[in-house]
């Protein structure tokens, strides 16, 4: 454990180096994601007012919460696994050879191999948006909740619909939809949608364990069980999304392209 | 004690069949046609522990193919194989802890960051503590002349300190085994004979067994012992370096020079003849006639001032053996 702890923190190491290598554009992405998510709740505000301050029974303070989750989420798992949308590439080029000659597992060596710029901007707005939105105790920490174990689970969500890959061979088209399938859903109140709906939003594009299920939490609203859930639904997604990822691994074909680890 | 045994290895790809047009393509989306491409056929192989070993082949012989069965990249579709004991498909992790693999193609490097960042990187993929890391970055910091530039982001550095970077980081684990897939591609002839140099120095003074796919015969020259020939996905020919220039250097290109102005008519011994004033060029089979007797014919021919001999090099030996299988 202390020697797989100690590569992480090397992974996030260098790969902030090399990111920082060009801090222009890194500086300059992160703030484009942060504006761009502040607009989305400017409008959401403006929305708020003209219905009268609450939306599916949210109010706007709970919107806030579940932008601020999603962001955060999204923002952590793409600087921790900046690879995460590169799957289907990396497969279909036959670039993951330099991680099969490694004595580590594949997939997270992928994964960590690389991360995202913008992400940071991603996580910085969760955490100014969350600090705004006035939580209190409960609040802040199922944040953090949604943060660590809501990243998981949609990080596992992107991993398993880029992983078709092995099996379809060019997954491009799932590929591409991946970040938006998982995390389209993450930025509603979940009180909009029906029930059918809903249940797909807990099993098949699992937003419900990004966001909503930590809102439950900060409401207070069986807070114990609902945590409970969202510990087990964070190991059941990484559990199977690393599962399906090694099931297809065994179909790999390799390549022979000229590959620079950027 | 074997670090490499191959039986009987096959890998077979299952490719779509596309055929040209429109129509093909609709007819190919309900009843899809597949086909089976034989990349590797039946090799049995065994290479000893510290043996240099050329694995030589035109492209798409099966020699990329073979080197990712071996390391466990691909696994084999039939026939038994063992890398250094273990099993590459079943044991890929242990394994990976014992071998070095350098592709020239591909990087393991980080490209925005020095190498010697990427050396850290590797020393905690494979475990390694940090005094002897330390100790083992100097040694090929010194060993591989990268002082100079082991501080530059990679994507500053030549073709050939890159290289040299490589096969270094892929040493950073001491494997008893490596793989080096096309080591001098692009590289000037100075960075490549240094580089052969610093293999064979690990060859000798770590045991390191040596496996080499290269097209520069003067990598195989240079470097190896041992010389598999593979085309077609199989084995055409297992002779050492040496046997391969004896037995395969029959053709040898005699040179005379002549104080007049001397010039004759093709003799029926000479494979190829060709006459310029006061110098004749020829070439001869040795099976047929010995360079010592068609020497004597030429000197017999006027007043000679300069003699030359000379031996094919390794690549015009392979052509022929490539061309003589195909044939």
Same mark, same amino acid.
């Given at each position: 454990?202390?020697?797989k ?7 996030? @190491? ?18 484009t ?18 219905? %009268? ?25 793409n600087?921790?696994? /900046? ?8 497969v ?8 099969? =000659?490694?004595p580590?597992?594949?997939?997270l ?11 940071? %901007?991603d ?7 969350? $600090? ?32 078709t ?40 594009i ?10 439950? +939490?900060?409401?207070?609203i069986?807070?114990?069980v ?16 690393m599962?399906?990822f090694h ?13 620079t680890?950027? | ?7 009987? =290895? ?5 490719? @779509? ?18 086909? !089976?491409?034989?990349?590797? @056929? ?7 522990? /510290? ?8 492209? /798409? ?8 069965m ?10 038994? =194989? ?19 693999t350098v ?21 905690? +993929? ?6 002897t890391?330390e ?7 010194d ?21 040299? $970077?490589?096969?270094a980081?892929s ?29 064979? !120095? ?56 002549y104080?007049g ?17 006061? $110098?004749?060029? $020829?070439?001869?089979?040795? @099976?047929?006639? %010995? ?25 015009? +030996? ?6 003589k299988?195909r044939?």
């Open positions: 454990m202390k020697h702890l100690r590569l992480a923190g090397m992974y996030f @190491r260098f790969n902030l180096a090399s990111i920082l290598e060009y801090r222009a554009s890194f500086f300059l992405s992160a703030a994601m942060f504006f761009n998510n502040a607009t989305f709740l400017f409008f959401w505000g403006v929305l708020f007012d003209r219905m %009268g301050g609450s939306i599916g029974g949210y109010d706007f303070r709970d919107l806030m919460f579940i932008w601020a989750a999603s962001s955060a989420a999204f923002g952590l798992s600087i921790v696994f /900046g690879n995460l949308t590169n799957i289907n590439e990396t279909v080029r036959g670039e993951l050879d330099t991680y099969l =000659l490694q580590r597992n594949v997939l060596s992928l994964l960590m191999s690389r991360m995202s710029f913008s992400a940071w %901007g996580l910085a707005y969760g955490v100014v948006l969350i $600090c705004l939105s006035g939580q209190g105790f409960r609040g802040i920490l199922a944040f953090l909740l949604a943060m660590v174990t809501g990243g998981v689970v949609l990080s596992s969500t992107i991993c398993i619909l880029q992983s890959v092995f099996f379809l061979g060019d997954a491009s088209f799932l590929a591409n939809m991946s970040t938006n399938l998982a995390v389209n859903f993450t930025t509603y109140p979940e009180g909009i949608f029906p029930k059918a709906v809903r249940f797909l939003l807990y099993w098949l699992p937003a419900q364990f990004i966001v909503h299920v930590p809102l439950r +939490i900060a409401r207070g069986h807070a114990p609902w945590v409970a859930a969202q510990l087990l639904a964070a190991a059941f997604f990484a559990g199977f999304a599962w399906f099931r297809g691994l065994k179909k790999y074909e390799s390549g022979n392209m000229l590959v680890r950027l | 004690m074997y670090s490499v045994t191959a039986k009987n =290895l096959t890998k077979t790809y299952r490719t @779509r069949v596309k055929q040209p047009g429109l129509r093909a393509a609709f007819r190919a989306l309900v009843r899809p046609e597949y086909r !089976e491409v034989q990349a590797v @056929r039946g090799i049995d192989l065994q290479v000893e522990q /510290g043996q240099r070993l050329a694995f030589i082949g035109p492209n /798409g012989a099966g020699k990329s193919t073979t080197i990712k071996m390391t466990g990249i691909l696994s084999p579709t039939s026939g038994a =194989l063992s890398v250094l004991g273990l099993s590459p498909m079943e044991n890929r992790r242990e394994l990976s802890r014992h071998i070095g592709f020239g193609q591909k990087s393991q490097l980080w490209f925005h960051l020095p190498a010697a960042d990427s050396f850290k990187l590797l020393g905690a +993929i494979y475990d390694i503590d940090s005094p890391l100790k083992r970055t100097a040694r090929l910091r060993q591989f002349g990268l002082g100079d530039f082991f501080n530059t982001p990679v994507r500053r550095l030549s073709l050939g300190q890159r290289i040299r $970077c490589e096969v980081a040493l950073i684990h001491e494997p008893e085994l490596l793989f080096l897939d096309e080591p001098t591609i692009g590289l000037d002839v100075v960075v490549k004979r240094e580089l052969r140099e610093r293999i064979l !120095e690990m060859n000798r003074e770590k045991g390191v067994t040596v496996f080499l796919t290269s097209h520069d015969a003067g990598d195989i020259e240079n470097i190896c012992q041992r010389a598999v020939v593979i085309d077609g996905g199989g084995i055409v020919l297992d002779e050492s370096v040496e046997g391969l220039r004896t037995k395969h250097m029959t053709v040898k290109k005699l040179t005379v020079r104080a102005e001397y010039c004759a008519a093709t003799p029926a011994w000479a494979r190829r003849f060709s006459c310029a004033p006061g $110098c004749v060029v $020829c070439e001869i089979d040795t @099976r047929r006639i %010995g360079a010592e007797e068609a020497l004597g014919h030429l000197l017999s021919l006027g007043s000679v001032t300069d003699i030359s001999v000379e031996d094919p090099t390794m690549e015009q +030996i392979i052509a022929s053996i490539f061309e299988e044939a």
